[in-house]
């Protein structure tokens, strides 16, 4: 069974900085996804970034993007000129892959990070 | 398409009580989803389906629990003989494979159920 581990319940950073949250997971799995979910106040989730295990390069989305260690087992979000809108909880997800029909395409999540952006 | 939806928003029933969720997932993805998020702690799998065909169950999902996916379309989740420790919200999801691997799910907004 896979874990996801999120260590950091809540965090702050102020507008228009740099914050970085962090996520580490267990699996014997080699092939995978890994996602980063928001979550706003209004609690539907959104999907802000995603990672398969087998490309070495980070994932990036505009201000989103990750830093993916696969030997280490870790996957953190940074965030860049963090915006007030950015306030929510964030959950690190895990995926086990598809291919070959090895997936039944369940997300296994951390407990979140509550991130305040404060202006 | 206006996304997932799920129906109602929130839910009070009183302990003992039957209640049934709706969820319409995004037309064209054949694949939905049940988790039940608690405070404080990350989304829990409850069941899956592929099309109208039930494929896997969580031990969470205890027999008072059922779901059904007719037709491969909209789902229901039922839960019978509520008890307090059901109180949490239920969420939603659908999902297909893209042209481009896979996207990830897209959650609708969630029915908040609280049981007293």
């Known amino acids: 069974a896979q874990t996801v581990t999120q260590s950091q319940p809540e965090m702050s950073v102020q507008e228009a900085e740099t914050v970085t949250l962090s996520c580490t997971y267990d699996?014997?799995?080699?092939?995978?996804?890994l996602f980063w979910y928001k979550q706003p106040p209004s609690r539907q989730m959104i999907l802000v970034i995603r990672q398969e295990a087998y490309k070495q390069q980070n994932a990036t989305e505009n201000r989103f993007s990750v830093n993916f260690q696969k030997a280490a087992k870790s996957f953190s979000l940074k965030i860049s000129d963090s915006q007030l809108g950015d306030t929510a909880m964030y959950f690190c997800a895990f995926m086990k892959h598809g291919i070959g029909g090895g997936s039944n395409y369940k997300l296994t999540f951390g407990k979140g990070t509550l991130l305040t952006v404060n202006p | 398409d206006t996304g997932v939806s799920q129906d109602p928003r929130h839910k009070i029933t009183k302990r003992g009580q039957n209640v049934t969720f709706r969820c319409d997932p995004i037309s064209e993805h054949n694949r939905l989803y049940w988790y039940r998020q608690t405070l404080g702690q990350g989304p829990e799998f409850l069941t899956y389906?592929?099309?109208?065909?039930?494929?896997?169950k969580s031990r969470l999902l205890s027999d008072r629990f059922s779901a059904e996916r007719p037709k491969g379309s909209f789902s229901t989740l039922e839960i019978q003989r509520t008890e307090q420790g059901d109180s949490a919200m239920y969420l939603c999801?659908?999902?297909?494979?893209?042209?481009?691997?896979?996207?990830?799910?897209?959650f609708g907004s969630g029915t908040r159920l609280t049981v007293v």
């Open positions: 699996t014997s799995e080699s092939n995978y996804y």
């Open positions: 999801a659908s999902s297909s494979e893209g042209t481009s691997g896979y996207r990830g799910y897209t």
């Open positions: 389906f592929q099309n109208e065909a039930q494929l896997e």
